[in-house]
C-alpha cells in the first residue's frame, strides 16, 4: 500500500508541471478580415479631439527626437514613415494614435478598439469622417481597408504593400 501511495503522489505532484497550454491563432483571409474589421465599425469621430490636435503641440521637439533616431520618451511613443509622416501614440491613452504630415499638421486621428491583438484601428481624417480601418492581428501583419471596405493595403513586418505587392513605404523605426 505504501508503494501505491509514493506513486499517488509521484504522479499527482508532477502533472501540474507537464501539463501543456496549447495556443491556437486565426488565419485570415482577405474576406474574413474585411468581415471582421468593419464588425461595428464607427464612421466619425468627436470634433473635440481633431480640434486639440490640429498640429503637433511637440512638433520641434518631436522632429528632434526622430532625427536622433529615438521611439519612445516618458509619455509618447513615435513612429515615423519612410514618406515623411510621422505617429504619436501618448502612454497616459494608448488607445489614440495621432499621425503627421512631415510640417507637424495632423493627417489622421487613429482610434483603437482594445490593446490585445487582434485589434481593430479607425482612422479618421481631419474633416472627422472615417478614411481606412486596420486589423491588426499582431505586430507584424497588418490588413488597411478604406471606408469603402476595400483592401488598400498590407503591412508585413513594417513594409507597407499596395493590393498589387508594390512597397508603399516602410517604418523607419
Request: hydrophobic fraction near 35%; glycine fraction near 6%; charged fraction near 25%.
Amino acid at each position: 500500500m505504501k508503494k501505491v501511495w509514493i506513486l499517488f503522489l509521484v504522479v499527482f505532484l508532477t502533472l501540474p508541471v507537464s501539463a501543456y497550454t496549447l495556443k491556437g491563432g486565426v488565419t485570415y483571409t482577405v474576406e474574413s478580415a474585411r468581415k471582421e474589421a468593419f464588425a461595428d465599425v464607427k464612421y466619425s469621430i468627436s470634433s473635440r479631439i481633431i480640434k486639440n490636435n490640429k498640429f503637433d503641440p511637440n512638433y520641434e521637439e518631436n522632429k528632434k527626437l526622430i532625427k536622433q533616431g529615438i521611439v519612445e520618451t516618458n509619455d509618447r511613443y513615435i513612429t515615423y514613415f519612410s514618406d515623411g509622416q510621422y505617429g504619436i501614440v501618448y502612454k497616459n491613452n494608448l488607445y489614440y494614435e495621432f499621425s503627421y504630415l512631415e510640417n507637424g499638421k495632423l493627417e489622421s486621428v487613429g482610434v483603437r478598439t482594445g490593446l490585445v491583438y487582434p485589434l481593430k484601428v479607425y482612422e479618421y481624417n481631419s474633416q472627422k469622417a472615417l478614411i481606412t480601418v486596420r486589423l491588426e492581428l499582431n505586430p507584424k501583419d497588418c490588413y488597411v481597408f478604406s471606408a469603402n471596405r476595400e483592401l488598400i493595403a498590407h503591412w508585413i513586418y513594417g513594409v507597407c504593400y499596395d493590393i498589387n505587392g508594390k512597397v508603399i513605404k516602410r517604418t523607419l523605426k
